[in-house]
């Protein structure tokens, strides 16, 4: 007989452990992001300046430059990515040793 309860806690714990584990990697690469250095465009194009509201501010939402100083950007990488190898070994963990 199927124990469909305990599937169903299995099922909802891998769900989550699938979106924590991608969330993270995204988040690490957001941190490396902010290694790379802020280009400027050469020459403003008509399309970027249509984007310039009629008091000559920008729309928000749009950065200039990064968010983080790139060491925060590392740090944030190294910890994200830690935090989500460490889920992924004690899944296999638990799958091998269980």
Do not use: K
């Not at 983080?68 to 040793?97: D, K, W």
């Amino acid at each position: 007989m199927i124990n469909w309860g305990a599937l169903g806690v299995v099922s909802l714990v891998s769900l989550a452990g699938g979106v924590v584990v991608v969330v993270l990697v995204a988040l690490a690469l957001v941190g490396l992001s902010a290694r790379e250095p802020a280009v400027e465009p050469a020459v403003e194009t008509a399309v970027e300046t249509a984007d310039v509201g009629a008091d000559g501010t920008e729309p928000v939402g749009r950065a200039t430059g990064p968010a983080m100083s790139p060491a925060a950007g590392t740090a944030l990488a190294a910890v994200c990515l830690l935090a989500a190898a460490a889920i992924v070994v004690y899944g296999l963990a638990l799958i091998v040793f269980h």
